[in-house]
């Protein structure tokens, strides 16, 4: 343990010096600025036992496993089937893969599986569907991904957008919930998305590397309300499906709107993945009283990906830099930098901490 404490400073203290030597301005308050602060940081978040409900991995690494045993780090490594990715357009051998990593990781990472939309047409889509869902459930994987090309890519015979709530969906919904598992719920983006450009938002820069996905300015192109309506049907038609509500449920800059869905549908829960900078840059006494009122709807999520050509130390160090970040936002009083703002840690209770960094997620997703 001693020694896998000296690497992380080790990593930090080299991304510190990368940092300053290139003369680059840190980006977000991931940067490094105090190695000695960030080891001290990473060591009371591993002291929760904390599990990360939202990463994608695609490669098996000593090094990567040595850091999951350093944090005390479980994950859930979410597969989507995307046909706009050359790392996801298969289903199947990402299940073989996913499985494999589940097995060597000793009981760090589970599975959350998925299925593939793209085939809704299909006479046995449903039937099939399922058979493969069961077989992944007799494998360990603890729950099923629905993700934003539903909504917002397939399309019908008619030329209309495949909805969440489309009937073909239904039987799937209705096996996961007599399973036992847990859907986790991609739909729709971040606002800004269907809004004009906007440095300043924490999604835009995804937009510039991913603009299939920005949809500002379609003709035809189904509003995000409706998008999030038919997911809300879901919930409403599966009172005994728990549903895990992905990136603050697509409702990133609207925590009253988060609160109302909490309110109405007991059976939703959020996670914080790749969202976290929207919280850090709204009012900290409202995202507080927010998170301390919800306390038992929110799951800890980064979103992080370690893809098969990744180059190790770097992703270690960014994965490393995420945790002792949020940990710092969450947990502490300290003070952070993000887009250019000075942000105060929101300091929440030890019991709320517990509840977001760790239970809620083995509660919402039993079998983590
Ligand atoms: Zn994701």
């Known amino acids: 343990m001693i020694g896998f404490w000296r690497t992380i400073a080790q990593v930090i203290l080299a991304f510190s010096i990368a940092q300053s030597a290139t003369a680059h301005a840190p980006t977000s308050s991931a940067a490094a600025a105090n190695p000695a602060n960030d080891e001290r940081t990473l060591r009371a978040f591993a002291a929760i036992h904390p599990i990360d409900v939202h990463v994608h991995i695609f490669k098996t690494d000593p090094g990567f496993q040595k850091m999951l045993e350093g944090l005390d780090l479980k994950l859930l490594n979410i597969l989507v089937i995307d046909d706009t990715n050359p790392n996801r357009k298969q289903l199947l051998p990402q299940i073989e893969d996913a499985v494999a990593l589940v097995r060597s990781s000793r009981g760090h990472i589970a599975l959350c599986t998925s299925f593939d939309p793209y085939k809704f047409d299909g006479a046995s889509f449903s039937t099939n569907a399922v058979k493969q869902l069961d077989r992944d459930f007799a494998q360990g994987a603890v729950a099923v991904k629905v993700w934003k090309n539903v909504g917002m890519e397939i399309k019908d015979r008619r030329g209309q957008y495949v909805m969440a709530d489309d009937l073909r969906f239904e039987p799937i919904y209705k096996d996961i919930a007599s399973h036992g598992k847990t859907l986790m719920t991609h739909q729709a983006e971040p606002d800004v998305a269907w809004g004009p450009p906007d440095a300043n938002d924490p999604s835009w820069s995804y937009y510039q590397e991913n603009p299939q996905w ?83 709807r929110v799951l800890y999520g980064t979103d ?3 893809y098969a050509d990744a180059n190790l130390p770097d992703a270690l160090t960014e994965w490393q830099s995420r945790y002792a970040r949020d940990w710092k936002f969450l947990a502490t009083g300290e003070t952070l930098t993000v887009k250019a703002k000075q942000v105060r840690g929101l300091n929440l209770p030890q019991p709320v901490l517990q509840k977001i960094f760790r239970s809620n997620a083995i509660r919402w997703i039993p079998g983590l």
């Open 214 to 296: 920005y949809v500002a300015n379609r003709p035809g192109f189904p509003s995000k309300q409706r998008i999030l309506d038919a997911r809300d049907h879901v919930l409403a038609n599966n009172p005994k499906l728990r549903m895990v509500g992905v990136h603050l449920g697509s409702m990133e800059r609207d925590l009253d709107n988060i609160a109302s869905h909490l309110d109405k549908y007991p059976n939703f829960a959020i996670d914080t993945a790749a969202r976290m900078e929207y919280l850090m840059l709204m009012p900290p006494e409202k995202v507080s009283a927010f998170l301390i009122k919800y306390q038992d």
């Open 304 to 306: 992080l990906d370690l």
